[in-house]
């Protein structure tokens, strides 16, 4: 993990001002130093890290909405004068939407409907968490796009009707897991040490990956091997399709990713169709004890396609993990 410049100074200006107190001989150039950052950091504190997610729900202000492609936006928040978002990797913001009503009363795409007058779902900010800004891409699912779908999706669809200058309300951080950095997860109060991802994204549950990948390959000292299939309909449809390249293109070998898509034209260069068992055993690191597999994505592809092929290949289960 790279901490901003003021943990460093802040760090030097404390060991040194406790060399100044506990009356230690300081030799140059620490003498200078010391006099210096003693001084300095006696009469201007360092900026104190203060993050803006802290477990208790806020609200975060709409200062950005722009379409990123027909059917998704970027949001960027303000996280007004905190320091920093403060989103663990592998954590995630909790959003809340009013509860809205289906065509059908009591259902929603015709099932029954959930319950009260308030909901939410999770979102992983594509955003750095010392940034300071937040990020989301959100997708949306309209109404009467899809006939297996006529009420399309609730808190997406909400999304789509905030502009600039809006607040949402969020909540945060929440997740099954935390990633420490160098393999380290921690899950369930305990420590797991992985050498290589096998990730496994469709749609937009490619944020979580984004966010892991980004930092890891941030920490020069993280030397995790990552693997990842990316699901998505069509090549339109791939989000952070130039960030994910460019990782890919730095990180020597470390990282390496792979597209999919439904329908695919025939000059596409990657793989078509559903994540499948060939697809797996050709770009995933096999099944061993160093491996930890990781999927975000429909429940549909999820079930239907990814938990039978890794079934098939032997993976363990114990450390086959959702976001
Ligand atoms: C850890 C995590 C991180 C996530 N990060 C992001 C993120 O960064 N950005 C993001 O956009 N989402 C993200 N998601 C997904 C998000 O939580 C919601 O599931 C998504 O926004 C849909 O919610 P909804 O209320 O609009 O849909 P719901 O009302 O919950 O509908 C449920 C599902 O029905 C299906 N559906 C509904 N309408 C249609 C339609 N017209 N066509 C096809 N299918 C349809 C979709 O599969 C949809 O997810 C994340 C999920 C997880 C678990």
Redesign the pocket.
């Known amino acids: 993990m790279k901490l901003p410049n003021y943990f460093y100074t802040y760090f030097l200006a404390n060991f040194l001002k406790f060399q100044c107190l506990s009356h230690q001989k300081l030799t140059f150039p620490y003498k200078g130093m010391a006099a210096f950052y003693y001084y300095s950091s006696t009469s201007s504190p360092p900026p104190q890290k203060r993050p803006f997610l802290d477990g208790k729900r806020k609200k975060m202000k709409i200062i950005g909405k722009d379409s990123v492609s027909p059917d998704s936006f970027l949001f960027t928040f303000s996280i007004g004068d905190y320091t920093e978002l403060g989103l663990p990797i592998c954590q ?1 913001l909790k959003v809340f939407s009013p509860n809205p009503t289906g065509k059908v009363p009591g259902q ?2 015709g099932k029954p409907t959930e319950s009260g007058s308030e909901i939410f ?4 900010p594509i955003s750095h968490s010392v940034a300071s800004a937040a990020q ?4 949306v ?2 109404k009467d ?2 006939p297996s ?1 006529p009420d ?6 909400y999304f789509e009707t905030l502009e600039v200058g809006d607040f949402i309300d969020v909540d945060g951080p929440v997740g099954k897991m935390t990633y420490l950095g160098k393999g380290v997860f921690l899950k369930d109060g305990k420590t797991h040490t992985f050498k290589k991802l096998a990730l496994l994204a469709g749609g ?2 490619i ?2 990956h984004f966010q892991l990948i980004s930092a890891i390959l941030e920490d020069s000292r993280d030397n995790t091997e990552m693997r990842l299939i990316y699901a998505s309909k069509t090549e339109k449809d791939i989000f952070l399709r130039k960030e994910f390249d460019e990782l890919e293109k730095n990180s020597n070998g470390q990282f390496k990713i792979t597209y999919t898509i439904d329908k695919a034209t025939k000059d596409w260069p990657h793989e078509s169709g559903y994540i499948n068992t060939n697809m797996i055993q050709k770009y995933m690191p096999g099944p061993s004890e160093d491996t930890l597999v990781i999927m ?1 994505g ?1 429940n549909a592809m999820k079930l239907q396609a990814i938990v039978p092929s890794l079934k098939e290949l032997g993976y363990d289960f114990n450390f086959v993990w959702n ?1």
């Open positions: 995630h929603w795409n779902r999770k979102y992983t989301l891409i959100i997708k699912y309209r796009e899809n779908f399309g999706g609730k808190v997406s669809q937009t549950g944020t979580p975000c429909p976001f």
